[in-house]
């Protein structure tokens, strides 16, 4: 089995520049205890930020202005299938010591497959970073009054400084960084739920599974397009393994899974209680306020209703919100190169090239909040091309062995496969029909 997954036979290390997280060395004559499980956890909470990023905020928004407590089901759903996604990649990535780029990059035999999956899963990188660098431009200029082009440099510069302590300190710091965004980001959009809270008749009737019109399936479908996404599953797998590439004394495969089940679990109660309680604030709040179709608007109307402390949460929120999920997204697209055409472009310097599109649209003065709902629909092609290959290698012997998944866990996968692609389906045919 070490030869499957690549286990070291000697010089076990965890945290090295570059690598993961904390050193453990065994001196000679002792064996090296292996690091408590709070120390291990990570890579989900820097996955999970996906969840949470302003093109979640702004289909959330959305649907509880516009239909209460009708959709609270869909975020709950929508979270439950996130969780088996992200424990699937992370699954991967830890038992192969491979990204799903790079298994695929393996198995796509011909290079204009390669580049065609490349290019696809390229365009859904650039389109996630672009929803991120808007969120974080319209934050500022909520905050400070600032241009949205400077808005958007600002925020691009500080992901660029993110990425720079990925680099040269390694994940562990990486995650703390992230970690520091997550609690801010849960503080912003959540203060306003405990200050003003919402009818609890009106979210337990918002569990039953149901729809009021055409429009309501559209937000259901954007709200699960903003929550899985295709980015979010190619980084789970990289974290994963640069986090776990070496095995410690004491920490086998079973081991280190257990582990990875707590921290998706730890990652996703955080990400789906934010995102249910920003569909809540909006119900609460702004059902039936006209204007709350954008963020500008969103955050003009919590001003006016529950004041201007929690307003400015709410743009602080947003703001960790772009930050944290567009340097997410800078690491996911580089990952894509690197394991689809084994090219390595440095961090930074993608970095610079993937801000260009965001700033151009900034710049020309596009309208942000239809930029971000543009955003969701290149997602939306994306989800399919990850999210199938995903649970069809897990569930090869072949590729995790003794790992495999059990038959239960394929079936959920190809369940939530099905139920994804379809919604996303429905949402690109009443986008570009226009139904109502």
Request: hydrophobic share 55%.
């Given at each position: 089995m070490?030869?499957?997954?690549?286990?070291?036979?000697?010089?076990?290390?965890?945290?090295?520049?570059?690598?993961?997280?904390?050193?453990?060395?065994?001196?000679?004559?002792?064996?090296?205890?292996?690091?408590?499980?709070?120390?291990?956890l990570?890579?989900?909470?820097?996955?999970?930020?996906?969840?949470?990023?302003?093109?979640?905020?702004?289909?959330?928004?959305?649907?509880?202005?516009?239909?209460?407590?009708?959709?609270?089901?869909?975020?709950?759903?929508?979270?439950?299938?996130?969780?088996?996604?992200?424990?699937?990649?992370?699954?991967?990535?830890?038992?192969?010591?491979?990204?799903?780029p790079?298994?695929?990059?393996?198995?796509?035999?011909?290079?204009?497959?390669?580049?065609?999956?490349?290019?696809?899963?390229?365009?859904?990188?650039?389109?996630?970073?672009?929803?991120?660098?808007?969120?974080?431009?319209?934050?500022?200029?909520?905050?400070?009054?600032?241009?949205?082009?400077?808005?958007?440099?600002?925020?691009?510069?500080?992901?660029?400084?993110?990425?720079?302590?990925?680099?040269?300190?390694?994940?562990?710091?990486?995650?703390?960084?992230?970690?520091?965004?997550?609690?801010?980001?849960?503080?912003?959009?959540?203060?306003g739920?405990?200050?003003?809270?919402?009818?609890?008749?009106?979210?337990a009737?918002?569990?039953?599974?149901?729809?009021?019109?055409?429009?309501?399936?559209?937000?259901?479908?954007?709200?699960?397009?903003?929550?899985?996404?295709?980015h979010?599953i190619?980084?789970?797998?990289?974290?994963?393994?640069?986090?776990?590439?070496?095995?410690?004394?004491?920490?086998?495969?079973?081991?280190?899974?257990?582990?990875?089940?707590?921290?998706?679990?730890?990652?996703?109660?955080?990400?789906?209680?934010?995102?249910?309680?920003?569909?809540?604030?909006?119900?609460?709040?702004?059902?039936?306020?006209?204007?709350?179709?954008?963020?500008?608007?969103?955050?003009?109307?919590?001003?006016?209703?529950?004041?201007?402390?929690?307003?400015?949460?709410?743009?602080?929120?947003?703001?960790?919100?772009?930050?944290?999920?567009?340097?997410?997204?800078a690491?996911?697209?580089?990952?894509?190169?690197?394991?689809?055409?084994?090219v390595?472009?440095?961090?930074?310097?993608?970095?610079?090239?993937?801000?260009?599109?965001?700033?151009?649209?900034?710049?020309?003065?596009?309208?942000?909040?239809l930029?971000?709902v543009?955003?969701?629909?290149?997602?939306?092609?994306?989800?399919?091309?990850?999210?199938?290959?995903?649970?069809?290698?897990?569930?090869?012997?072949?590729?995790l062995?003794?790992?495999v998944?059990?038959?239960?866990?394929t079936?959920?996968?190809?369940?939530?496969s099905?139920?994804?692609?379809?919604?996303?389906?429905?949402?690109?045919?009443?986008?570009?029909?226009?139904?109502?």
């Amino acid at each position: 089995m070490k030869a499957l997954f690549g286990e070291p036979k000697c010089c076990y290390r965890f945290g090295m520049p570059k690598s993961s997280g904390v050193v453990i060395e065994s001196r000679p004559g002792r064996v090296a205890k292996p690091p408590r499980l709070l120390w291990l956890l990570g890579p989900a909470l820097v996955a999970g930020v996906a969840y949470l990023d302003p093109g979640n905020v702004a289909s959330n928004m959305t649907a509880g202005a516009q239909y209460g407590y009708l959709l609270v089901w869909v975020v709950i759903a929508g979270n439950t299938m996130a969780w088996l996604i992200q424990y699937l990649s992370a699954k991967l990535g830890i038992v192969t010591g491979k990204s799903l780029p790079e298994i695929l990059g393996e198995r796509l035999r011909s290079r204009p497959g390669r580049l065609a999956y490349w290019l696809q899963a390229e365009l859904v990188a650039m389109a996630t970073d672009l929803a991120e660098v808007i969120g974080g431009a319209v934050a500022l200029s909520l905050l400070f009054d600032l241009p949205l082009l400077v808005g958007g440099l600002i925020t691009g510069t500080v992901s660029m400084v993110m990425l720079t302590i990925q680099s040269r300190r390694g994940p562990r710091a990486f995650e703390f960084v992230i970690a520091t965004l997550l609690v801010i980001i849960a503080v912003g959009f959540s203060a306003g739920v405990f200050l003003n809270p919402p009818d609890a008749g009106g979210v337990a009737s918002g569990i039953v599974p149901r729809f009021e019109d055409t429009n309501s399936v559209l937000l259901a479908a954007s709200i699960l397009g903003a929550t899985i996404m295709p980015h979010a599953i190619y980084a789970h797998s990289a974290l994963s393994r640069d986090r776990f590439a070496v095995r410690a004394a004491g920490l086998t495969t079973r081991r280190l899974l257990t582990v990875t089940r707590w921290d998706v679990s730890i990652a996703m109660v955080i990400a789906g209680s934010v995102n249910l309680a920003i569909l809540l604030l909006a119900a609460t709040n702004l059902a039936g306020v006209p204007g709350t179709d954008s963020l500008e608007g969103a955050h003009r109307a919590l001003e006016s209703s529950i004041g201007p402390v929690i307003a400015t949460l709410f743009a602080v929120g947003l703001l960790a919100s772009g930050l944290a999920s567009t340097s997410v997204g800078a690491y996911a697209g580089a990952e894509i190169m690197h394991g689809l055409l084994k090219v390595r472009i440095p961090l930074l310097t993608r970095r610079v090239i993937s801000l260009i599109p965001a700033l151009a649209v900034l710049g020309l003065g596009f309208d942000p909040t239809l930029a971000l709902v543009l955003s969701q629909v290149v997602l939306s092609f994306g989800i399919p091309f990850a999210l199938i290959p995903l649970v069809a290698l897990t569930a090869r012997s072949a590729v995790l062995g003794r790992f495999v998944n059990r038959w239960q866990t394929t079936a959920a996968g190809v369940v939530a496969s099905v139920l994804l692609v379809s919604l996303n389906a429905v949402l690109l045919v009443l986008l570009f029909t226009g139904a109502q």
